[in-house]
Structures are given as C-alpha cells and as structure tokens.
C-alpha cells in the first residue's frame, strides 16, 4: 500500500461542477502538498497545509491531522482547470525532512 | 534566472551509456531538489541539496546515480550505464529556503534509454 492514496483517479466534470479531490496518507507529517501539473507537463505548487484550511481563488484545500486526510475542492470548474492534481506529503522525521512523498495523481479532466 | 532551467529537455540514450542532466536553479536559491517521474508512476523523491550541507541522497535508487552541486549553483544528476527502468522524466525544484517557503519546478528532462 503506497503511504499515500488519492481517489478517484480519474475525474470528468462538466464546466461549473464543483470538485472534490482526495488525499489519504499513513504516516506522521510535518506538513501535505497539493500541486497541479498541466497537460504540458509543468508542475505549480497550489497548498502548502499542516493544519485547518487554505484558500486561494477557486481553490480551497482542508485537511483533518487525525484522520490523516486532505481534500482538495474546485468550485464553479473551468476547462483550464483540466490537469493531474498531486497530493504529496512531508513525513514527519527527527530533524525534519524535505523529502516529499507523492501520490500517484487525480488526472482532471472538465469539459465545457 | 527568472525560473528553473533543465536541460536538455530531451533526451535519448543507448543503454549501457552515461547521461548528465542539469538543473540551474532560480538565483538565489539556496535549496534544490531532483524528482523522478516514470510513465504511469507518481513522482519519487530522489536528492536534496541545501547551501554547502551535506545532501540528502536517500531516495537515489541505486550507485548507478549521482548527482553534485557546487554551494547555490547549478546541479548535474548523472546516471551511469543506464537501463531502460531509467527511462522517466527527471525533474528538479528549487526553493528560497524550505518547502516551507514555497518551491518552483523546472520544466524536466525527459529521458528515454532504447
């Protein structure tokens, strides 16, 4: 079992659904990531989250520590908003750790 | 530089062969990372570097990779006798100090052993 799971895989909206992706993970974390790579293969960083929620835009990312899951939700879902979303987290080590471990990626698809 | 820079952006080797890959980081950036992203696979964490400390290597999957950085520099990931299993987009991050303060991919080197 990969110590990060997201569902569903795959996602097809039509334009104005709002969206819900989701992050699961099993281990301690120092904090989780949500990124977005676009069909050309680019990859931004939305959310950086250890506690609560964030907000940016249409983009509102939460995350509940003791349930160690996350979601990521699009509202009012746009064309552009088609690309592989990416959950990742930092496992939480003596130290601290830069090491990001990623899911394998919710591919977004929104048609208009 | 205004953002991350990897090159070549492609890449097709034979196996059996070495290959460096280069990431110039943002200027200023002390922190730089190398991921690796096989077709079908989510992105695995491979090297960190930051300023002059010593690297964090553990997730380079065998001997057969190496990657160096001179202080706040440019980076080459070098990989020796490639195999086909290398084949994958390698990407490289870079950050003004941690994760914590945010990170800006490069655009990846995509490598293809035949």
């Known amino acids: 079992k990969n110590e990060v799971e997201q569902s569903p895989q795959n996602l097809t909206a039509q334009e104005g659904e709002f969206i819900t992706i989701n992050c699961s993970y099993s281990v301690g974390i120092s904090a989780l990531h949500w990124l977005q790579q676009h069909p050309g293969g680019g990859i931004v960083s939305l959310f950086m989250l250890s506690s609560g929620k964030k907000k940016h835009g249409r983009l509102i990312a939460t995350i509940n520590i003791q349930e160690k899951h996350s979601s990521l939700h699009i509202t009012a879902s746009h064309p552009r908003d088609s690309a592989v979303y990416i959950c990742a987290v930092n496992p939480r080590t003596q130290g601290g750790s830069e090491k990001l471990v990623f899911g394998k990626g919710t591919k977004l698809t929104v048609n208009p | 530089g205004a953002g991350v820079s990897q090159s070549p952006s492609n890449k097709v080797t034979e196996k059996g062969k070495d290959v460096e890959l280069r990431c110039d980081p943002i200027s200023g950036h002390t922190a730089l990372y190398w991921y690796r992203q096989r077709l079908g696979q989510g992105l695995e964490f491979l090297i960190y570097f930051q300023g002059n400390s010593a690297p964090d290597k553990s997730g380079l999957p065998s001997d057969r990779f190496s990657a160096e950085r001179t202080g706040e520099s440019v980076s080459t990931l070098t990989i020796q006798r490639t195999q086909q299993e290398d084949s994958a987009v390698y990407l490289c991050?870079?950050?003004?100090?941690?994760?914590?303060?945010?990170?800006?991919f490069g655009s990846g080197t995509r490598l293809t052993v035949v």
């Open positions: 991050a870079s950050s003004s100090g941690t994760l914590y303060y945010g990170y800006t």
